[in-house]
């Protein structure tokens, strides 16, 4: 059974960094994609940033190219996403998801297919 588990998430103040944490487990296939998604009150969850395990491709929303960066520590089963110069807008519980196919990095809420709990980031202004 595939599991998710999220964590880092807390409360920092506009220009500050944070990192998020996902750890998985249960993988029996080779090749799968991590992905980090956020949903923030009365809004869709979007696609913030994905990253290819078997050779590292990645995605990145417009809305946090430059300020995040998405990484994977395969030999720790974590991915984590880094997170600069945190704007209020970035508020949102950052969900960690996975998608056992390779061939396109995923962008959207519905090509994942296992998720992990949420994690809340609140960025006060």
């Known amino acids: 059974e595939v599991q998710l588990v999220e964590s880092g998430g807390g409360l920092v103040q506009a220009g500050e960094s944070l990192r998020l944490s996902c750890a998985h487990s249960g993988f029996t296939f080779d090749g799968y994609a991590i992905g980090w998604f956020r949903q923030a009150p009365g809004k869709e969850r979007e696609g913030v940033a994905s990253i290819s395990s078997s050779d590292g491709r990645t995605y990145y929303a417009d809305s946090v190219k430059g300020r995040f960066t998405i990484s994977s520590d395969n030999a720790k089963n974590t991915v984590y996403l880094q997170m600069n110069k945190l704007k209020p807008e970035d508020t949102a519980v950052y969900y960690c998801?996975?998608?056992?196919?390779?061939?396109?990095?995923?962008?959207?809420?519905?090509?994942?297919?296992?998720w992990g709990q949420g994690t809340q980031v609140t960025v006060s202004s």
């Open positions: 998801a996975a998608s056992i196919q390779t061939i396109v990095i995923p962008r959207f809420a519905d090509e994942m297919d296992y």
